[in-house]
């Protein structure tokens, strides 16, 4: 039996487009659960690296065969966590805000991601406050959501206000199992049609405050439930159209698909023991 996919599409939603994306990754090769940062890692787990890494290539593919710009950053011996490129730092207009990470078993990682911004002729902003990066700083549209409670320090938004002249807006995350914001929110749309943007969330992550700023700036937003939450399906990554999400998240699929998205699933399920999924590979790279 075939499905046709358009059938699955609302009606009402609105023609999405894709937009090439340039992005950052890098290869598992050292990758393993050695300490205990996050909810998610277990040394007593065992990881296979040779996995993380097929299933991080077939990621990596799925980029390519979007047509991306994909840049690798070398993998360092010793940094298992430097897979997920996008706590690295915040690049928007060819400026890069470096990452301070809160634990020490990470740190190494900022100096290694601003010296191959600076490589790559990057005007590169060593940061003076905590903070990790595109897992807590998410553009959408003109505004920057920017997330605190567990990692990013709050002071960090002020900084990188300063930085881009741009408005950001502090979101209080709550429960430490996403302890970064791209755990709890992906960007979906920012085209110009797309008003304040487009974005998909997990309300149990966010104080209320926080919660009220969200449901009023993003009233269309899709809400997704608590089960694809916990498989991380909301580390997602988007180009306006092609959302590539967690393959496991099928509700997140078909929410995507009613509102005119195509949502690609990959099984990135050894690198979850990490806490990391797709959105946590990818740093964007805006020149």
């Not at 994306?21 to 990881?47: E, G, H, Q």
């Not at 980029?63 to 730092?89: E, K, R, S, T």
């Amino acid at each position: 039996m075939t499905t046709n996919l358009d059938a699955l599409v609302s009606p009402e939603a609105p023609v999405r487009t894709p937009v090439k994306r340039t992005i950052l990754m890098c290869k598992p090769s050292y990758f393993t659960v050695v300490y205990r940062i996050n909810p998610w890692m277990d040394p007593a787990v065992p990881t296979d690296t040779s996995l993380a890494v097929a299933q991080w290539q077939t990621l990596y593919d799925t980029y390519i065969g979007l047509g991306f710009d994909v840049h690798l950053i070398d993998p360092i011996d010793g940094l298992p966590d430097m897979v997920y490129a996008a706590n690295g730092g915040f690049v928007i207009d060819n400026i890069a805000y470096g990452a301070a990470f809160t634990y020490e078993q990470r740190q190494p990682e900022g100096p290694a991601y601003m010296d191959w911004f600076r490589d790559n002729g990057f005007d590169v902003r060593a940061p003076k406050e905590i903070n990790e990066g595109e897992g807590d700083f998410l553009l959408v549209g003109d505004v920057i959501l920017a997330g605190t409670g567990f990692r990013s320090a709050s002071h960090s938004h002020e900084e990188v206000s300063a930085i881009y002249g741009r408005p950001v807006i502090t979101l209080n995350l709550v429960n430490p199992n996403f302890y970064h914001l791209d755990t709890a929110i992906a960007v979906l749309d920012t085209s110009p049609g797309s008003g304040n943007g487009h974005i998909a969330y997990l309300p149990s992550a966010f104080d209320e405050p926080s919660l009220a700023i969200l449901r009023e700036r993003y009233p269309d937003a899709v809400i997704v439930t608590e089960e694809d939450a916990a498989i991380l399906g909301l580390n997602s990554y988007s180009d306006g159209y092609n959302v590539v999400i967690a393959a496991r998240a099928k509700d997140f699929e078909r929410q995507l698909r009613e509102r005119g998205y195509n949502p690609i699933g990959v099984d990135l399920s050894e690198l979850l023991l990490g806490g990391g999924g797709v959105k946590c590979c990818t740093l964007e790279l805006r020149r």
